[in-house]
């Protein structure tokens, strides 16, 4: 179970990789600085939850979140297609595309 601090930072987490992530779709491109460091995120607070790290896993989460309404329209509830750009911003970070 989660301390309270744990759940602080956690939240802290989501907050600002979803903040990076929006400011990163405004430019557009997947390969940029901030497209990473949005990843980069996501990848430290998939840590919380995954006992390994695996590229292939970062990549095929995100494939999830497409295919599955729930998570595309949480994603894509302040701008349409955030989804997909971060599934391309993970295949650019892994070097799996």
Request: net charge negative.
């Amino acid at each position: 179970n989660m301390t309270q601090k744990e759940y602080e930072k956690l939240n802290n987490l989501q907050k600002e990789f979803m903040d990076t992530l929006h400011r990163a779709f405004e430019i557009g491109d997947p390969k940029d600085e901030l497209a990473h460091k949005a990843v980069d995120l996501h990848r430290k607070w998939l840590c919380f939850f995954w006992d390994e790290y695996s590229k292939e896993a970062h990549v095929g989460l995100c494939q999830m979140y497409i295919d599955d309404k729930r998570f595309r329209d949480y994603y894509d509830k302040l701008k349409p297609g955030v989804v997909e750009f971060l599934k391309e911003a993970v295949l650019a970070y892994t070097g799996l595309d």
